[in-house]
Nanobody, 124 residues
Framework: QVQLVESGGGLVQAGGSLRLSCAAS????????MGWFRQAPGKEREFVAS????????YYTGSVKGRFTISRDNAKNTVYLQMNNLKPEDTAVYYC?????????????????WGQGTQVTVSS
């Protein structure tokens, strides 16, 4: 029910920062938990972070905890992923996703809408 478009990806050196944005359209955006996933070539799409509809509750995968921050601005229909201290291992296509529910979740199956992805490349 929600359409998602990611932006903000690019090439950055290790230790640098990027902020990904996900612009959402749809009447139910404010009530949906949102998440970020990433997929590197030859690997499965993996969970990165998620945020509840209120923005109060967040989940992070262990490899990004302390470096990445997910946030949302429901008034702007946008969710963000601030990525700091980037590492080459973070290189992947990053996808924004909208959950079926309002609670933050890390389960891929709980997300029903997906963006097209934005490439993040971290050089050594």
């Amino acid at each position: 029910q929600v359409q998602l478009v990611e932006s903000g990806g690019g090439l950055v050196q290790a230790g640098g920062s990027l902020r990904l944005s996900c612009a959402a359209s749809g009447r139910t955006f404010s009530s949906n938990a949102m998440g970020w996933f990433r997929q590197a070539p030859g690997k499965e799409r993996e969970f990165v972070a998620s945020i509840s509809w209120s923005g109060v509750n967040t989940y992070y995968t262990g490899s990004v905890k302390g470096r990445f921050t997910i946030s949302r601005d429901n008034a702007k229909n946008t969710v963000y992923l601030q990525m700091n201290n980037l590492k080459p291992e973070d290189t992947a296509v990053y996808y924004c996703a909208a959950s079926f529910g309002s609670s933050a979740t890390k389960a891929k199956g709980d997300f029903g809408s997906w963006g097209q992805g934005t490439q993040v490349t971290v050089s050594s």
